[in-house]
C-alpha cells in the first residue's frame, strides 16, 4: 500500500491493494463459485488441465482443441472510497495463426454477470467476446464490482464495500489444426479500473 | 448314483416384443448450415462464412478475408446457433485495434501539427 500526501489539499490520499485471483474445479455452492480458490495469480497460462500451479508445459493444448477456461477476477483490499469504471481487455501482443480467444461478455449490471460453471474444454458459448485481437482498452468490455465474491449477486457499476471483487474475467483459449507448436505469444490482458 | 433332476423354462417372444433399431446414419442438422452471414471481429463488419464441424464437432467458421476463425459448441437447433452468432455481433462490435487507435492518433497528430505549421 502507498501513501501519498498532498499538501495543497492538506488531506491524504491511500490506495487499494489489488490482486488477480482465480476458481478451479467443479462449479460448488449458490452462487456457483469454483471449488478451489487461489489468490495472488501474477499469469493465466491457457492449458489443458483446469488448474493454477501444473506448469503449462505439462499439460500442453493439442492443436485443434480448446484450453480448459481460466476463472479469473480481480480482489480490491486495502484503503478506497470506491472503484469504479472498470474495463478488461486484451491490449497487447498478436496471437499467431490458429488461436483465438474468447472472453467475458461485458457486465454492465448484476444480471449480465458471467456464472461460473465447471472448466473444461468445450467451446465455451458464453464466452461471446473474441480478444484475440489487441484492442484500445477503451473498447475493451465493462466490469461490475460487488462484496463477498466474483460469484456473489449485487454486482454494479461501482462498488463502496471493502473488500470488494469484480465479476469473473473468464477466458478461453481455443485453436483451430493450422496452431503453430510450441508456446503461444505472450500476450497483455488488463483490467482498468478508477478509484477515489 | 444321486439322482439328478433337469429343469428348464422358457419365454415366449410374441411380435409385440420385438422392435425394429434403424441403423441408418443421420446427418447432423448443422452438417447441412452451408454458408451463414457472421461477423467477424477482426475485420469489424459482417461476412459469409462457411459453417461446418471440426474433428471436435464443434461448430467451426473462418473469416475469408482475414482467416480468423470462430468456435461454437453444438448445437441441435440451428436457430440456436443464429442466437450465438447474434451476442457474437452484439459483443464485439464497435472494437477499435491498437493499429486502429494508433492510425487515428496519428492522423490527429498531424492535423495538429499542420495547423500549427510544424508539419
Sequence with gaps: ????????YYGRCLAATFEFEEDNGAAAGSPA???TRTAARTEANWKNIDDSTTAYTSNPITAGNNSFEKWQFGHFSGTFNQILNGLFAHTATAFGTGLTLKGTPAC????????YTTPSTTANSNLSTDMTSA????????VCFGATGPEATGKATSMTTNPCYTNYLTTQLQTTGSAA???????????????? | MPEQN???ETVNLTAADVGTVDLTPKSHPMRKMGNKDVFCAKCQ????????LDKNNEILTVCPDCN?????PLVEDPAELDKMLLDHHESNKGQITVEMAEAAQKEYDDKFKKLMGIA
Design chain 1, 1 to 8: 500500500m502507498k501513501l501519498f500526501e498532498n499538501p495543497m
Design chain 1, 33 to 35: 463459485k469454483g471449488t
Design chain 1, 108 to 115: 454492465t449490471n448484476d444480471a449480465s454477470r458471467l456464472l
Design chain 1, 135 to 142: 484492442i484500445s482498452i477503451g473498447s475493451g468490455v465493462g
Design chain 1, 181 to 196: 507448436a510450441g508456446d503461444t505469444a505472450q500476450v497483455t490482458l488488463t483490467l482498468q479500473y478508477d478509484e477515489n
Design chain 2, 6 to 8: 433337469q429343469n428348464s
Design chain 2, 45 to 52: 463488419a459482417v461476412r459469409s462464412m462457411h459453417v461446418g
Design chain 2, 68 to 72: 480468423h476463425f470462430y468456435k461454437f
